[in-house]
C-alpha cells in the first residue's frame, strides 16, 4: 500500500505515520523529517530550505521532488507524510509512481482546526536524536526532557512558536488545501476527525490498512 497523510501541521500525521511503521512495518517517509537532517548535517539541500522552513513557508517544489526522488522505495508499501503540499507535487508524484508501475492506495485527510493546532503544537516536545514526538499535556514522557526511546534531550522545534504555527497553517490553507479537490476527483481520499484521542485515530487508520485501502 501507498498511503498519503494529508493535514494541517501539528493534525498527528507524523505521530501516527511513527505508530504504524511499528504496528505493521510501513516505510515512512516524512519529508519534514529529511529536511531537518539536511539542515543540522549542513547539505546543500539543507543550506537552502534552512530559511523557509525558519519561517513557515513551503521550501520549493523543485527541491522537494528530486528529494523525493531520490529516497522514494521501488518496493514494497509507504506512507508519504507531508508529501505532497502542492498541486504541483501531487502532479510529479503521479508521475514518479506510474514509472515505477505503481499507483495510490489512499490519501488520509486529517482534519482539525487552527486554534486545537496551535495547543498541539505549542506543547510539542522532539527528541533531538531518534526523532521522537512528544507533547506535554497530552503525551509526555516518563522523565521531564528526557527521550523514552533512546534518552536523548527533547527540546521545541524552531518552528512551534505560535507567530510561526499560525504563518504554516495559513500556508496549508492556500497551497496544501486545493488538494483536497485534486484527490476527491480522483477518487483516493478518506477524511479523519484528526482532534480525536491518538488510540481512536490508529484504530481508524488501522481499519482502512485492513480493508487494503
Ligand atoms: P513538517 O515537519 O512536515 O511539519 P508539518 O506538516 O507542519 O507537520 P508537523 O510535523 O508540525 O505535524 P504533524 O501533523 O506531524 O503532527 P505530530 O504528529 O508531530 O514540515 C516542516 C517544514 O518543512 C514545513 O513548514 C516546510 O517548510 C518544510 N516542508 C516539509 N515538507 C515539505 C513539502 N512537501 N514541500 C515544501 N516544504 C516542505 O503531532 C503534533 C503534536 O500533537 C505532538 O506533540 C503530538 O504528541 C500531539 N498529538 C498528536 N496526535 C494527537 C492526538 N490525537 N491528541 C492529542 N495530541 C496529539
Redesign the pocket.
Known amino acids: 500500500m501507498i498511503l498519503v497523510f494529508l493535514?494541517p501541521?501539528?493534525?498527528?500525521?507524523?505521530?501516527q505515520a511513527k505508530k504504524l511503521k511499528s504496528e505493521v512495518g510501513f516505510l515512512h517517509i516524512?519529508?519534514?523529517?529529511l529536511?531537518r537532517e539536511a539542515v543540522k548535517k549542513g547539505t546543500e539541500l539543507g543550506k537552502r530550505a534552512k530559511e523557509?522552513?525558519e519561517r513557515?513557508?513551503?521550501?520549493p517544489d523543485d527541491l522537494?521532488i528530486a528529494l523525493i526522488e531520490e529516497v522514494m522505495p521501488k518496493e514494497g508499501g509507504f506512507i508519504l507524510?507531508?508529501?505532497?503540499?502542492t498541486v504541483a507535487?501531487a502532479i510529479a508524484l503521479e508521475r514518479m509512481l506510474k514509472k515505477h508501475g505503481k499507483e495510490l492506495s489512499k490519501v488520509m485527510l486529517?482534519e482539525i482546526s487552527e486554534d486545537s493546532v496551535v495547543d498541539?503544537?505549542s506543547?510539542?516536545l522532539t527528541c533531538l536524536s531518534c526523532g521522537a514526538?512528544?507533547?506535554i499535556r497530552?503525551?509526555p514522557p516518563k522523565q521531564e526532557g528526557v527521550c523514552d526511546l533512546c534518552g536523548g534531550k527533547l527540546v521545541q522545534r524552531e518552528?512551534d512558536k505560535e507567530e510561526v504555527i499560525r504563518k504554516?497553517f495559513r500556508v496549508y490553507k492556500e497551497q496544501t488545501e486545493p488538494l483536497v479537490e485534486f484527490y476527491k476527483e480522483r477518487n483516493r481520499l478518506t477524511s479523519l476527525d484528526?482532534t480525536?484521542?491518538?488510540e481512536e485515530?490508529n484504530r481508524q487508520l488501522l481499519e482502512v490498512i485492513r480493508d487494503g485501502g
Not at 56 to 59: A, K, P, Y
Not at 81 to 85: C, L, N, Q, S
Open positions: 493535514g501541521p501539528g493534525s498527528g500525521k507524523g505521530t516524512s519529508t519534514g523529517d529536511l523557509y522552513m513557515g513557508e513551503l521550501v522537494i507524510d507531508g508529501f505532497p503540499r507535487q486529517f498541539r503544537l506543547g510539542r514526538v512528544y507533547h497530552y503525551n518552528d504554516r484528526a480525536q484521542s491518538m485515530v
